[in-house]
T-cell receptor, first 112, second 116 residues
């Protein structure tokens, strides 16, 4: 079901370093996964997606890895910048349901 | 990408009154829209799926008489929080997807509701 945590885990990284944000998804039937970035007071912004027939997908400075065996998703951000500071959510969906279930979220803090 | 617009972005209302939030898909037709609720430092919780021309589908634990959803056209869904109370204060976010297959969902900018 939906993951609702009392506290967002925080990842602090130095500017210029790579960031890795992890997510465990809940439904083994999910076959579409998305990473969103949410800045304070704003709605989620699409970053990258991946379908279950893939285990890796790359975008500009971002890479998503999918491990269906352990139901794990990760987002890698290369050369992290101050503008990357935000909360990152993974979301999972089952084809045809149009329903997204969001993970707990991770706050990324980029240190200058 | 497609644009989803939410209005208002912020609203303060008195306890006991009702508040309507609008969600519009600006450049595509959305037969299905979704309403989420987000408490501070928490994830998005799906409240309901809004279906154009038919009744909304509510998630378990969400009161349909409390959160009225209307999806009268292919570009507009509304969420009305009826008889609002302070515990209804939250960030409400809508999303919409373009028809066909698994595609990314586009989110509105959210509405911060404060009930005093």
């Amino acid at each position: 079901g939906e993951n609702v945590g009392l506290h967002l885990p925080t990842l602090s990284v130095q500017e210029g370093d790579n960031s890795i944000i992890n997510c465990a998804y809940s439904n083994s039937a999910s076959d579409y996964f998305i990473w969103y970035k949410q800045e304070s007071g704003k709605g989620p912004q699409f970053i990258i997606d991946i379908r279950s027939n893939m285990d890796k997908r790359q975008g500009q400075r971002v890479t998503v890895l999918l491990n269906k065996t352990v139901k794990h998703l990760s987002l890698q951000i290369a050369a992290t910048q101050p503008g990357d500071s935000a909360v990152y959510f993974c979301a999972e969906a089952v084809s045809g349901t149009y329903k997204y279930i969001f993970g707990t979220g991770t706050r990324l803090k980029v240190l200058a | 990408g497609a644009v989803v617009s939410q209005h208002p972005s912020r609203v303060i209302c008195k306890s006991g009154t009702s508040v309507k939030i609008e969600c519009r898909s600006l450049d595509f037709q959305a037969t299905t829209m979704f309403w989420y609720r987000q408490f501070p430092k928490q994830s998005l919780m799906l409240m309901a799926t809004s279906n154009e021309g038919s009744k909304a589908t509510y998630e378990q634990g969400v009161e349909k008489d409390k959160f009225l959803i209307n999806h009268a056209s292919l570009t507009l869904s509304t969420l009305t929080v009826t008889s609002a109370h302070p515990e209804d204060s939250s960030f409400y976010i809508c999303s919409a997807r373009e028809p066909g297959g698994n595609t990314e969902a586009f989110f509105g900018q959210g509405t911060r509701l404060t009930v005093v």
